[in-house]
């Protein structure tokens, strides 16, 4: 298993592994062409680490600061995403790409590394809190009605 940053070689990958293996995504956590390719568009703002196992993408995680008016704080990063390949889930490599990732920040010194899940996703919560991440705040209907959102912070 090799960890590294991806690039837009890697969108359509990226692109297969979110269809087959997070189906259940809601819309406003999907991520298509258009968000790949700003994701690579803007490296100041925004990256991605993917997991291969040979040269197969069996996961991905991506993070940003700065990438929109509501998220001006210097230092402030927001994990945008990570899915693992269904066959190669509950081995610890959901982990390995938010450490791989939290390990990148400490780096660029950030102040604040949060994310946002939706309270029915058990297991990413569960991930984020064994790793380290505390709820900050809950908000109903951030993307629609329905679409709750639970934010949690990397406590430090
Ligand atoms: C969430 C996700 C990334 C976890 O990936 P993973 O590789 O299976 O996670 P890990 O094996 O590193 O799990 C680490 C810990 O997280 C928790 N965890 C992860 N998945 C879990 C699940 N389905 N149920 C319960 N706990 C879970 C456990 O505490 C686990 O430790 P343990 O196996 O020692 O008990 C994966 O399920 C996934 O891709 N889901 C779909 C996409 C998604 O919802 N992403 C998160 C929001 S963007």
């Given amino acids: 298993m090799e960890l590294r940053r991806l690039g837009k070689s890697d969108i359509d990958s990226i692109i297969e592994l979110e269809k087959h293996h997070a189906p259940d995504k809601p819309h406003y956590a999907r991520y298509d062409q258009e968000a790949l390719s700003f994701i690579f568009d803007n ?15 069996v996961g ?3 993070y940003r600061t700065n990438w ?3 998220n001006k704080e ?4 927001e994990i945008s995403s990570i899915v693992v390949n269904t066959d190669y889930r509950r081995k610890g490599l959901g982990e390995k790409i938010l450490n791989r990732i939290i390990e990148d920040l400490k780096k660029k010194k950030f102040t604040k590394i949060y994310l946002t899940v939706s309270p029915l996703n058990t297991g990413a ?4 809190v064994k790793n380290g991440f505390v709820i900050f705040d809950y908000k ?3 993307y629609g009605p329905g679409a709750d959102r639970v934010f949690l912070e990397l406590k430090s």
């Fill in 43 to 57: 490296p100041e703002s925004c990256e991605a680490i993917g997991l291969f196992d040979e040269e197969i993408l």
């Fill in 60 to 62: 991905w995680g991506a």
């Fill in 68 to 70: 929109s008016k509501y």
């Fill in 74 to 77: 210097r230092g402030v990063f």
């Fill in 125 to 128: 919560l569960l991930l984020y």
């Fill in 140 to 142: 109903p209907n951030v």
